[in-house]
């Protein structure tokens, strides 16, 4: 028997919550049991009184924890619940809710791990031209980072097998759609993409607050991740082109040097010099971060037994 579990986020949703709530499929083929989340994230409001009334689990946290926070403690519940696919969407109607039965379809037929609803960025009216040029480079710098073929990195309409739900964490209180992206690629998972559509804004975004912002987050997220699950790659990068340019400034001196002008250029030696040390001290620290990164996986294994464990002793009980 396949059981899904839809998660909302939820933070101060009471003028949306409901419209998204009564979108839900009740029913989808392949799954046998459908049940819904909400993830009160410390609201305000009524959120969370409209979720029970309406039939879903709620699961609360207080104070606020941001977006971040409420879908890693949303996948951990929907775990105990017995999830067997988990769909993320969001509390502001933004994800048109037919499009569940296509979204978890590549989990069904085992061709997937983690699915993403990718939007038609380009179609949107609410997104500004800025918007969607940054959405799509921003796609396209995750594929390269996360070697996914994601085709809408931002999406946050995403399904996910358990056993993808098992092994994802999240470290960062922002946001998570990156995050999630880069380790699913450094941990072997099969990331695919499905279209899907998009209602009418009901409301502005709450974690966009302006694009500036949302940038220099995101991207501060991505470089931290990248470096977390991929460190040799990130610090051997930057060892090599600072080893490229101290041999060329090394060339550079050696070509004057040949002409007899070789006195006038020592600032060359100098300064490849600091460059070639710097080369050889990253590469140490490329090293350094690969071993650490194999004591995470091991890490990360004895985790993943241990929800197991726990999961397989709660249904006992």
Known sequence: MTKLVIQIPCFNEEE??????????AAIDGVEVIEVLVIDDGSGDNSASIAREWGAEVLQIKPNKGLANAFRSGLQECLKMGADIIVNTDADNQYDATCIGDLIKPVLRGEADIVIGARDILSIKEFSFIKKILQKLGSAVLRLLSSTKVQDAPSGFRAF???????????????YTMETLLQAGAKGLKVVSVPVRVNPQLRK???????????????????????VYRPFRFFI??????????LFLVGRFLYFYLLGQGNGH?????????????????AIVAVLGDLLSINRKLLEDIQIRIKNFELKNKNRL
Do not use: C, H, W
């Open 205 to 227: 975004s709450k974690l966009v607050k302006n694009i500036f912002s949302y940038v220099v987050k995101s991207m501060k997220t991505t470089v931290r991740m990248f470096i």
């Open 237 to 246: 990068t930057f060892s090599l082109i600072s080893a490229l340019l101290g």
């Open 161 to 175: 097998s358990k056993e993808a739900a098992l092994k994802l964490n999240v470290f960062d209180n922002y946001t």
């Open 266 to 282: 020592i600032q060359s030696l100098i300064f490849a010099a600091v460059f070639l040390i710097s080369s050889v001290q990253l």
């Open 16 to 25: 949306t919550l409901l419209t998204t709530l009564n979108a839900l499929p």
